[in-house]
């Protein structure tokens, strides 16, 4: 099973013939190889609200019909705001069983709301990583995060194939933190580094990461290349 990266930090895969999207931020990415409105997914799956991981959430699932997956305020404001239909609450610690696979929200340190034009900030719960049980291995996107010691806790309950983190610093952690948290908690087999490049407050040299990284596969992906899981 291969798992493509778009740029930002979205991560797409088909699994048990279903196609699922997460963070789909792409118009307005400038790294991003996809045009939205040429994409058609059955799930979407969300870490947070924040612009750059929402993105074209509300067009894909008008288009699409897919099912959005992703905290209950996050579900609410899609439901009130944009009038979607075709939703999904979960919460941190719930385990669910969907067609592809299955989806365990856990817990990540970030911040968690959307700027609307008028300039109100509409608070959208507690940020979130993804533990997603695929039919090729695990997969843990962490999500917009810090380094947390419960990384650990979270990799021991779900031994972790493929791993999607964060480098870009400013806003999340950077290279250091997430080569410790790769290197010393979460022990992946395979790692891909996110959330970098995209802004300027987040440029980074992956290879830097991939040079701290002692105990997983690095795989430094532009957009559209993907990692086999």
């Known amino acids: 099973m291969k798992v493509s990266f778009h740029g930002q930090s979205v991560i ?4 048990k013939g279903h196609k699922v999207i997460v963070d789909p931020f792409i118009t307005g ?23 750059d991981h ?29 009038g979607l239909e075709n939703l999904r609450p979960m919460n941190i610690g719930g385990n669910i069983e969907f067609g592809f696979g299955k989806v365990k929200f856990v817990q990540a340190f970030h911040s968690n709301s959307i700027t609307e034009d008028n300039g109100e900030i509409v608070y959208l719960g507690m940020p979130t990583g993804i533990i997603l049980e695929t039919e090729g291995g ?9 380094l947390f010691g419960d990384m650990k806790l979270i990799a021991d309950r779900h031994p972790v194939d493929l791993c999607f983190i964060p480098i870009g610093d400013n806003f999340t952690m950077g290279i ?29 040299d992956p290879n830097e990461f991939k040079d701290a990284v002692r105990k997983a596969e690095v795989h430094i992906l532009k957009a559209g290349d993907s990692v086999e899981l």
């Open 12 to 15: 797409y895969f088909e699994s």
């Open 29 to 51: 990415n400038p790294l991003s190889d996809l045009k939205a409105e040429d994409l058609e997914v059955d799930y979407i799956i969300l870490t947070h609200g924040h612009g």
């Open 54 to 82: 929402l993105g074209d959430t509300v067009a894909l699932a008008k288009n699409s019909n897919a099912t959005v997956i992703a905290l209950p305020e996050i579900i609410d404001y899609l439901s009130n705001k944009h």
């Open 138 to 146: 695990t997969i843990y996107h962490t999500g917009d995060t810090g």
């Open 176 to 204: 250091d933190d997430a080569s410790y948290a790769i290197n010393e908690l979460i022990q992946p087999k395979k790692v891909v580094p996110i959330h970098y490049d995209t802004f300027d407050y987040i440029k980074q």
